[in-house]
């Protein structure tokens, strides 16, 4: 009987590596799942694509994959009463308001090819006030500086700007706009999380701003997604077809608040750490923004009811991706896990540092001419020490950000909260911890993304009414990872890391 009277809220989470969708009870228990993995796309050195149509056939596989595992356990798809999505954010994909065809691959958030256009812009008049607005500063990074990209190397890009027919979108709008049929219906949203990583939006009116869409020149021509509220019944439309057909599309979050969403964070000096492709820690400043002096960016968190919450934000582009790197481009093994086998036949990193800039570093450093380097090979260098020297790089920068938002926010962090696919490695975990020399939890349910999205759509469809229902719901459980080493220790490897940030400056200047 009580399956039956029972509602559940449903969560895609559609990330830089895979997409996934998640089935929630309202007790916060993921009761059926399904992941895809899909391709990445790497044309030339730095630059990062995905195929538009493999993110959302990703997405309906795994809809239909998670409605299908939810039906086998005796449960009603009808009983799915919305669907929340959480999403990689800054990855921009343009398209043709009439046909809503895309005009080329997705430019993805890691993709460092607009460092010419970054450039010229940091010349421009106002460029250093831009921040003060929008949160964000001038990198590859934000979709801003990919948009102008393309518009100046990619004829149909610039044909569609022409002919007034170039539709822009962060992926949240491209799957709103194809999960409820394309140009038959026609829903053009983004919520605000999304907006305040395009560079666009104004952190305090969270619309678009007039003096940032004529700073980047495109005030006009294009077609602009409404902003709308993270958590809204009607305003993101309804599924379109498949599994969950006539579901309404109820909640939206970039992925990072997301994740700051579904640990709970949501009082101010709260803080996660979430280690995906990239490493994101988001901590709650509450109902105004802070921007930062210490290079860290100012951005939303979430807005479910009038006020908006703000978070300060310390982005790097390399930590999971770092582990992929070593399994598909250097070979060292099949499976990501096996990086913790691997990077445990040493004791440590033999002398290596690896500063993994992919894509030039991010915060708290933003230097976009750094590639990855590994300083301190020697013939006594193995597989294991260059594994171990991946795995750290991620912890480093970590530490780098907490010591940033302390001085940002006059706070420091007792513990640390984690999730993401790499926080799977014990390894990791309990090196950050040892650099930051607080615990480090992880709790026992690491599907803190995909629930963000689902209490986003779970509060616009009724599942829950307010946020205090939700910190009910149990966390205790989990792994704790305390320090181990000494003080001395620590601010030895520390300065070795920041003597190898200073040292890779420079090498991509130009190539
Ligand atoms: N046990 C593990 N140890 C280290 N890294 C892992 C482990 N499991 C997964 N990863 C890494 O985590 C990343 C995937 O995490 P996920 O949170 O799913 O990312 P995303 O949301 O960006 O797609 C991959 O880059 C993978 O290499
Ligand atoms: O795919 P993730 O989980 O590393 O998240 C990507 C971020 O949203 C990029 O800003």
Not at 83 to 98: H, K, M, P, S, Y
Request: proline share 4%; hydrophobic share 40%; aromatic share 10%.
């Amino acid at each position: 009987m009580e399956l039956e009277t029972e509602h559940f809220v449903g969560s895609i989470d559609q990330g830089t590596t895979s997409s996934r969708f998640l089935i929630f009870n309202k007790h916060g228990e993921p009761v059926a799942s399904h992941q895809v993995e899909f391709t990445q796309i790497y044309p030339n050195p730095g630059w990062h694509e995905h195929d538009p149509f493999e993110i959302v056939s990703s997405v309906e596989t795994c809809i239909d994959e998670a409605v299908k595992k939810f039906e086998a356990i005796g449960y009603s798809r009808s009983s799915i009463k919305g669907v929340g999505i959480a999403n990689q954010r800054e990855t921009i994909i343009l398209w043709d308001i009439a046909t809503g065809l895309p005009l080329h691959n997705a430019i993805v958030w890691t993709d460092a090819r607009s460092q010419t256009v970054v450039h010229g812009l940091k010349a421009r008049p106002g460029a250093a006030e831009l921040e003060q607005t929008c949160g964000l500063p001038l990198s590859t990074y934000p979709s801003s500086t990919k948009l102008l990209w393309m518009l100046k190397e990619i004829p149909s890009v610039k044909k569609a700007w022409d002919d007034g027919k170039l539709v822009f979108g962060t992926v949240d709008t491209w799957l709103v706009y194809r999960l409820n049929g394309g140009p038959k219906a026609n829903v053009l949203v983004t919520d605000p999380t999304n907006a305040s990583r395009t560079m666009f939006m104004n952190l305090k009116t969270l619309q678009y701003d007039d003096k940032l869409l004529e700073f980047f020149g495109v005030k006009e021509r294009v077609y602009f997604p409404k902003i709308v509220p993270s958590s809204d019944a009607r305003a993101y439309g309804t599924v379109n077809s498949g599994a969950l057909a006539g579901v309404p599309i109820a909640g939206c979050l970039g992925d990072q608040s997301a994740a700051l969403v579904g640990q709970k964070a949501f009082s101010p000096g709260l803080a996660k750490n979430t280690y995906g492709t990239g490493c994101f820690l988001l901590y709650n400043v509450g109902s105004q923004p802070v921007i930062s002096k210490h290079g860290l960016l100012a951005t939303v968190a979430y807005h479910f009811g009038e006020k908006p919450v703000y978070a300060l934000e310390g982005s790097i582009a390399v930590a999971g991706s770092g582990v992929k790197f070593l399994q598909n481009n250097l070979n060292f093994f099949a499976e990501s896990n096996e990086v913790n086998d691997l990077a445990s036949t040493v004791n440590d990193n033999g002398g290596c540092v690896f500063v993994t800039a992919f894509s030039g570093l991010f915060a708290p450093y933003w230097i976009d001419d750094a590639k990855g380097t590994i300083f301190g090979i020697t013939q006594y260098t193995q597989k294991g020490h260059i594994a171990r020297a991946t795995l750290e790089a991620t912890c480093y920068q970590t530490k780098a950000i907490l010591d940033a938002m302390e001085k940002d926010s006059g706070h420091a962090l007792t513990e640390l909260s984690v999730d993401g696919g790499m926080s799977n490695s014990d390894l990791t975990m309990q090196i950050q911890a040892d650099l930051i020399s607080i615990p480090v939890y992880r709790p026992t349910m690491r599907e803190t993304t995909a629930f963000g999205a689902a209490i986003a759509a779970g509060l616009a469809v009724g599942i829950w009414n307010n946020l205090d229902e939700l910190r009910t719901i149990d966390r205790t459980g989990g792994t704790i990872f305390e320090p181990k080493i000494s003080q001395q220790k620590r601010c030895e490897l520390f300065a070795r890391w920041e003597k190898a940030v200073g040292m890779c400056r420079g090498w991509g200047d130009g190539n």
